[in-house]
């Protein structure tokens, strides 16, 4: 299983990161699965001002903050959405059935 993170907005006071809006894809062989939401940052989890702040020490603080028992439960529902997709079976679309297009 592959993940990205991507961060779409920051929000602070003064130059104190408060949450992010996030946007973590996960990929497994030809499937992937994208979970978009914003994260309030717990209250001594991000250790450094604004202005010092790079990607990889948002990815750090994100993955610390939203695990628990050594399960990260962002990553865990992307899982859970790629096994259901990876076993459900596809079918079209039931008003789409009997008809026809012009070619």
């Known amino acids: 299983m592959n ?3 991507e961060f779409l907005e920051l929000f602070a006071d003064n130059q104190q990161l408060i949450e992010v809006c996030y946007l973590l894809t996960g990929s497994d062989k030809d499937k992937s699965v994208s979970s978009q939401g914003l994260h309030k940052f717990s209250v001594g989890t991000v250790t450094k001002d604004l202005d010092n702040i790079v990607e990889s020490d948002l990815i750090q603080w994100i993955e610390k903050d939203t695990t628990q028992d050594g399960i990260n439960l962002i990553k865990l ?4 959405q790629l096994n259901a997709l990876n076993n459900a079976k596809k079918v079209d679309f039931p008003w789409l059935v009997n008809t026809f297009t012009v070619e």
């Open 3 to 5: 993940y990205k993170w």
């Open 77 to 80: 529902g992307i899982e859970n």
